[in-house]
T-cell receptor, first 115, second 108 residues
Framework: EPEVTQTPSHQVTQMGQEVILRCVPISNHLYFYWYRQILGQKVEFLVSFYNNEISEKSEIFDDQFSVERPDGSNFTLKIRSTKLEDSAMYFC?????????????FGEGSWLTVV | DAKTTQPPSMDCAEGRAANLPCNHSTISGNEYVYWYRQIHSQGPQYIIHGLKNNETNEMASLIITEDRKSSTLILPHATLRDTAVYYCIVRVGNQFYFGTGTSLTVIP
């Protein structure tokens, strides 16, 4: 069964450092997403991406965050200057279409620890 | 914010049906109800979704009331591996608003 894959599974970084989280969405999917979950809290939407552009973003997704699809398979989330409060599990997701009836599939997550 | 309300926790005996309720009284006519589950801190796993009609797949059944203000996810024969947090989500546009879900514990 096709799945969304994410790397790394766990990363520890020092405050102020840049971090790139990588994702390979399901191959025929066109819509890509990042969500995050701070330990013990809800899963929160960050951003959606379609046709090489951000289509929606939340208030969390400020100027220190950026997303990119550098080639035909990868989808990345960059955090420019990490803060302690960026420590969270980051989930990549994808869907074939952007319509409401189209299922979004999540990866297993990248656990980011900022120290 | 999440447009759904779920009980915080439930128990179910192994082998019995687990019935997880969800209220979504403010749902709009074109908004779908999705169910996902999360085991420990793994990625949310898709279970099922529906608009108006009841739905069934290999994992579960989804019963949506006629007025669409509530729904029930049914796991027909719960196993220990079904212990997880179950999220009922009303999809708004291209975003999912996750609530706190129902923590289901399947008891041997």
């Amino acid at each position: 069964e096709p799945e969304v894959t994410q790397t790394p599974s766990h990363q520890v970084t020092q405050m102020g450092q840049e971090v790139i989280l990588r994702c390979v969405p399901i191959s025929n999917h066109l819509y890509f997403y990042w969500y995050r979950q701070i330990l013990g809290q809800k899963v929160e939407f960050l951003v959606s991406f379609y046709n090489n552009e951000i289509s929606e973003k939340s208030e969390i997704f400020d100027d220190q965050f950026s997303v990119e699809r550098p080639d035909g398979s990868n989808f990345t989330l960059k955090i420019r200057s990490t803060k302690l409060e960026d420590s969270a599990m980051y989930f990549c997701a994808s869907s074939r279409e952007g319509t409401a009836g189209n299922t979004i599939y999540f990866g297993e997550g990248s656990w980011l620890t900022v120290v | 914010d999440a447009k759904t309300t779920q009980p915080p926790s439930m128990d179910c005996a192994e082998g019995r049906a687990a019935n997880l309720p969800c209220n979504h009284s403010t749902i709009s006519g074109n908004e779908y109800v999705y169910w996902y589950r999360q085991i420990h801190s793994q990625g949310p796993q898709y279970i099922i979704h529906g608009l108006k009609n009841n739905e069934t797949n290999e994992m579960a059944s989804l019963i949506i009331t006629e007025d669409r203000k509530s729904s029930t996810l049914i796991l027909p024969h719960a196993t220990l591996r079904d212990t997880a947090v179950y999220y009922c989500i009303v999809r708004v546009g291209n975003q999912f608003y996750f609530g706190t879900g129902t923590s289901l514990t399947v008891i041997p």
